[in-house]
């Protein structure tokens, strides 16, 4: 997949909207942060827990801007966009040049053997339903943190090349990390809440990442298999909590990988029937209650 899409580009209507979108990507995030100790410290634990969830939900939406910086297609100034997926990967601690390697490998081999991110959706074919329902939730328990060693699996190649670079990184990102810690404790008032920025993102912020991805490309008993890309109509619900920059729109992104984001729901109609390999869906929700509807039937 991948036709270049060369009648769209960036320009200052998808510069403008981006920027919007990513000023409140940062401000539900920092917003979420310092929210979960204030509630937390007036013990109103319930909306200090709706916080936590709303941070996980903010970092997850960080690996967005990032992903549309590896297409090249958020901002018209490259070199700003250059700097913002590496300043959107100190808050990940993620290099932006290992994300953009491995993700543009995702895109040349989404459904093989190798590809980066097929953990999320690879050899669950003839899955019983035990099996699917526990890998859909144990990214929520914090036991997928070994996907972050997946993501950084190249790492070792760029500190060869670039050590100047990678300290530079680590430092900055060590500086983000220690300013994460005094919000998160409101610089030292509440201990307890230290590590919320961090354990949201080891769970809700891993849950809903494998929760989409897994409803992108799992294939269904009796039909395609290998390569699946899968197109999830938008919902207000889903759009907040699952994705961002017009994800949800798949199919159109993986035949049109350099078209910015803001055209892909135009794209939509049109692209319908050119691919094999690509399938459509209500919502992210249905098809993943579908696929464990059939897997229970099969057990």
Sequence with gaps: MGSEGTRFGNNRTTDQWAARKIFFIFFLLFASLVAVPVYFHYQIYVVSAVAFVTLGVAINKV????????HGTLFTNKDLERKVGWVCGLFLVTDFTTFKSNHLAHHSYFGLANDPQGSDY???????????????VRPALGLNLFK????????????????????TFLLCAGVVHLGILFLATLGGKVWLTFPCYHLAAG????????????????????????????THYPNILEGFFLYDFNFNYHV?????????AYYLPGLSESMKGQDSRAQYSKSIVFTILKRLKQSLAKA
């Design 148 to 167: 972050l060693k997946d993501l950084n699996k190249n790492a070792k190649t760029d500190k060869k090349a670039n050590t100047s670079d990678v300290r």
């Design 122 to 136: 690879n050899g669950f074919e003839g899955a019983r339903f035990s099996k699917l329902l526990w890998h859909l």
């Design 252 to 260: 159109e992104h993986h035949l049109n990988p350099n078209v910015p």
């Design 63 to 70: 690996v967005f801007i990032m992903h549309e910086c590896a």
């Design 203 to 230: 769970t809700v912020g891993l849950f809903l990442s494998q929760t989409r991805g897994f409803a992108e490309h799992i294939s269904f008993p009796g039909g395609t298999t290998g390569q699946i890309v899968r």
